[in-house]
């Protein structure tokens, strides 16, 4: 019997909490030419996500959500609350944007057989979201640091991450077992857009090599369908997760950017296995980039094996 090719989905999280109640915020991140000014400085001059939580918790560091479209309730984290600046939440839509997705993948008959998400707290919510959906339950999430975004975005400081033991006493779907391939401290704070690329096409090798046929064959003897991966991270992680698998170079700052604009909330990218075959001449019949893991296979694109989630924005009523 012929065997499944392999897949890979990268899906980016959904709407979050800082860039949605920030307006400044969403501009200052979208402006091709501010952010090539910016290349040349040392960090941003001011950050764009705290403005949603001075509205939100009083002195005594109580939330208040003051939109129906923030949380209604947050996480408790060891950390302390302040710590939401640099780890937002989702918004509400952005959970419902999850579980749509994971409802679509379910509907499509995409069966998804690993889960791993970037540590930052909307990426995990995402993947939650996303299970949800697909009405799970058994699928497990391993939270991986190294599919953190481009490391430039931090401001000096690699954000404080809530642990794998506070998302299971949330009832977060984690996988206590995991240890992950990179640990924060891997992660350098100066890390270049070119290192930011290496770094993500090294990881999703080592991720593609983890569950391999070859590796499952010496663990359990005897083949088993290494089926679909499923990675939940970052807008620039759907392009920086991908394109080095399938052949391609790491971006130019100023295409990163007007490719980052067309990736929304929810962005859904699949690219798939295929086996190189040789024609009568011995020469290889393949378009796309073997992964380095093995000579006999390469990764193509596939599109997104669901349909796209689109919807407009809705701006707050001032009443006065």
């Known amino acids: 019997m012929e065997k499944s090719a392999r897949r890979l989905l990268v899906v980016r999280h959904g709407e ?3 860039l949605t109640f920030n307006q400044q915020g969403v501009l200052l991140l979208l402006s091709v030419d501010i ?9 941003f001059p001011v950050d764009p996500r705290i403005n949603w939580m001075k509205q939100s ?9 003051f939109d129906l479209n923030l949380p209604r309730n947050l996480p408790k984290r060891n950390d302390g609350f302040e710590m939401f600046a640099s780890d937002t939440p989702l918004t509400e839509m952005g959970y419902l944007q999850s579980k749509l997705t994971g409802r679509a993948l379910r509907d499509y008959g995409v069966k998804v057989d690993h889960v791993y998400c970037s540590a930052a707290l ?14 799970s339950r058994t699928l497990k999430i391993n939270v991986e640091p190294g599919l953190y975004e481009w490391m430039y975005w931090c401001r000096n400081s690699i954000p404080s991450w809530m642990t794998p033991e506070e998302f299971n006493r949330l009832g977060y779907p984690i ?18 857009l070119n290192d930011f690329y290496e770094r993500s096409f090294a990881l999703v090798s080592k991720i593609l090599s983890i569950h391999s046929e070859e590796v499952c064959n010496l663990i359990i003897r ?18 920086a997760l991908t394109r080095q698998l399938c052949g391609g170079t790491p971006r130019t700052p100023e295409d ?21 075959n040789s024609d009568s001449n011995g020469s290889v019949n393949s378009s796309s980039s073997s992964t380095g893991n093995t000579s006999n296979k390469s990764w193509k694109f596939g599109g997104s094996p669901i349909p796209p989630l689109t919807h407009a924005s809705n701006s707050a009523f001032d009443i006065k």
């Not at 909307?122 to 009405?135: E, F, L």
Request: net charge negative; glycine share 6%; aromatic share 10%.
């Open 35 to 43: 952010f090539s000014q910016l290349l040349c400085c040392d960090r």
């Open 57 to 65: 918790f009083d002195t005594n560091g109580r939330y208040h959500p």
């Open 256 to 276: 990163f950017m007007y490719k980052l604009q067309q990736i929304p909330y929810l962005a859904c990218l699949q690219i798939i296995e295929q086996s190189i």
């Open 122 to 135: 909307r990426c995990v919510q995402t993947a939650v979201g996303i299970i949800k959906g697909m009405d």
């Open 175 to 192: 996988n206590s077992y995991y240890i992950p391939l990179l640990k924060p401290n891997d992660l350098c704070i100066n890390e270049t």
């Open 222 to 239: 005897s083949f088993t369908p290494i089926g679909t991966i499923l990675l939940v991270a970052h807008g620039p992680s759907v392009d």
């Open 16 to 18: 979050r909490c800082d």
